[in-house]
């Protein structure tokens, strides 16, 4: 079965800095990965995804993610943030064939911007 | 443009009360979820339907029950709710089942039981 890290619970950057979270999984193949953001009292909103291709993949919002399959890592990075960008934030990873139930949630990492 | 609606936003039980948690979805998905959210643990899948007419348990189904009312609606039960239910409740939906298609979630529940 797949599995997600997030490292980080906490992170805290000032406006106008870059950002960058950490994401490890494990999976024998493949997977499918996703970045999703929670902003305060609602759900979660889909950031980007990769599926296969280029490793590089933009998102909403600003945001992109790399796939590196040597480190098992997908992070999440912003050049320069915004003080909406506040929020929780999630990773998850499917297994390519998998069934409704194959996606795996990481815990979260709850993002703080300073002014 | 709705997308994933659920009702109530939030609700306090006590212990051994029932109630129902309502998601209804307006985008033709075919599949949906229930998902709750606690401190740390991130996301767990309690039920999910993959089509209509379909419900299976998911990683954390003891103490709910569910019902795929039809292709918009899914419902989620707690027949005799207890204080380790208190949590974020969270209906998600896909346009299919598998995780190549991307979730769709709705605001929540918050529930609190006492």
């Known amino acids: 079965a797949q599995s997600v890290t997030q490292p980080d619970i906490h992170i805290t950057v000032s406006e106008g800095a870059s950002l960058e979270l950490r994401c490890n999984y494990s999976?024998?193949?493949?997977?499918?990965l996703f970045w999703y953001v929670q902003s305060p009292g609602q759900g979660l909103q889909l950031l980007l995804k990769y599926f296969s291709g280029d490793t590089l993949v933009q998102g909403i919002k600003g945001f992109e993610a790399e796939f590196k399959r040597s480190q098992s890592s997908f992070n999440l990075r912003k050049p320069s943030v915004h003080w909406s960008d506040a929020a929780e934030y999630f990773c998850a990873v499917g297994a390519q064939g998998g069934g409704a139930d194959g996606l795996t949630f990481g815990k979260g990492t709850h993002l703080i911007i300073q002014p | 443009n709705a997308g994933v609606t659920q009702t109530p936003k939030f609700q306090v039980l006590k212990t051994g009360q029932s109630m129902t948690l309502q998601c209804a979805q307006d985008?033709?998905?075919?599949?949906m979820y229930w998902y709750r959210q606690d401190p740390g643990m991130g996301l767990r899948l309690i039920y999910y339907s993959a089509s209509e007419g379909t419900t299976d348990k998911g990683e954390v189904p003891n103490g709910y029950n569910v019902s795929r009312l039809n292709k918009r609606e899914f419902s989620l039960r707690l027949e005799s709710a207890a204080p380790s239910q208190t949590s974020v409740y969270f209906c998600?939906?896909?346009?299919?089942?598998?995780?190549?298609?991307?979730?769709?979630f709705g605001n929540g529940t918050r529930l609190t039981v006492t």
């Open positions: 998600a939906s896909s346009e299919s089942p598998g995780p190549n298609s991307p979730l769709h």
């Open positions: 999976y024998g193949a493949t997977p499918y």
């Open positions: 985008m033709n998905h075919n599949s």
